[in-house]
């Protein structure tokens, strides 16, 4: 098997099958990332890619994979009979930047080599998915490709434009929107604390809002990491940025949760989170919003705030 590091999967991946089809971030221009900093994108060779497909077809084990919610049927999937090799993640930080082509012609290997696959899925950008035509993206959902994972990371169009995702709300809506006439599932990703101090408030309300457009299966939420190799690191380091407390994070989360209308799944389960709140919205919403308040409340009797350790390797 290839891989480049580094190797990064979303956490409910955990069981899936690895397949390197690109290496770094086509876009590789967010001011809070340093994943692939030092990693050019490149799309890997395509005899490699059948290679080590071929491979994960012959070694992939049976295994049990945890339970997790289905928040589009409500349906807890159980873990009783399902395999290792029923999942296929494609690396790295944007797979789905790939051709057409390309795309469809990996998802027959897979089909071949790991016939008992049931979902091919990869990190994407909202620029990944314009660059596909409708009847592409239909021919893509007909051959596996299901639970894209979108890095939205904010609904505020003034933080978007501060943190260089590439697009717009505009933009974004637009291409969800498409995606949503395709059978092709997605989930979203928000950031707490990408606002700064004093401005999570605003910037989960105006999240929320953009949220309540579209219609994920998931919001997936974790806490920002100041890197210090990053733009916002060096804004960080001046004084022009000043970071969110523990307290501002869960506070800002709560703010999100609440103002949340759409039945989706909610989960802030990544290792940079200081809590995990899971849960299906708005079915758990009351349950969560009590959690966090009493998070809040046991926070703000301490004399000093703890602060979460984010070093994240």
């Keep these: 098997m290839h891989y480049t590091e580094p190797i990064m999967r979303p956490p409910c991946e955990g069981y899936s099958i690895l397949i390197e089809a690109t290496a770094g971030c086509s876009h590789n221009k967010c001011t809070f990332c340093s994943a692939y900093k030092e990693t050019c994108f490149r799309i890997a060779p395509m005899e490699q890619i059948r290679q080590d497909i071929v491979e994960a077809g012959r070694f992939a084990t049976f295994m049990q994979t945890p339970r997790y919610l289905d928040a589009t049927t409500n349906y807890v999937l159980s873990s009783a009979g399902t395999k290792h090799n029923e999942r296929v993640f494609l690396l790295s930080g944007d797979a789905f930047a790939m051709s057409f082509k390309d795309l469809k012609q990996i998802a027959l290997w897979i089909h071949e080599y790991i016939p008992s696959t049931k979902v091919i899925t990869a990190f994407t950008t909202v620029n990944d998915i314009r660059r596909k035509t409708l009847e592409e993206l239909k021919e893509l959902a007909a051959l596996g490709y299901n639970d894209l994972y979108v890095g939205t990371?904010?609904?505020?169009?003034?933080?978007?434009?501060?943190?260089?995702?590439?697009?717009?709300?505009?933009?974004?809506?637009?291409?969800l929107h498409r995606l949503e006439n395709t059978s092709i599932r997605y989930s979203v990703q928000y950031i707490t604390g990408l606002a700064g101090s004093g401005n999570g408030v605003k910037n989960a309300v105006e999240s929320a809002e953009f949220f309540n457009q579209i219609h994920p299966y998931m919001i997936g939420s974790s806490s920002l990491t100041i890197f210090p190799d990053t733009e916002l690191g060096n804004a960080f380091a001046h004084g022009t940025f000043t970071e969110a407390s523990e307290l501002e994070r869960i506070e800002e989360m709560r703010v999100l949760i609440n103002h949340i209308k759409i039945n989706t799944f909610f989960s802030s389960q990544h290792i940079s989170s200081?809590?995990?709140?899971?849960g299906l919205l708005p079915n758990d919403k009351e349950r969560l919003l009590s959690n966090l308040d009493r998070v809040i409340a046991e926070l703000k009797s301490m004399k000093m705030l703890p602060k979460y350790e984010r070093n994240i390797v």
């Design 274 to 278: 200081m809590i995990p709140v899971v």
């Design 153 to 175: 990371e904010t609904g505020s169009p003034d933080i978007l434009a501060w943190i260089k995702k590439g697009h717009t709300l505009q933009d974004a809506l637009e291409q």
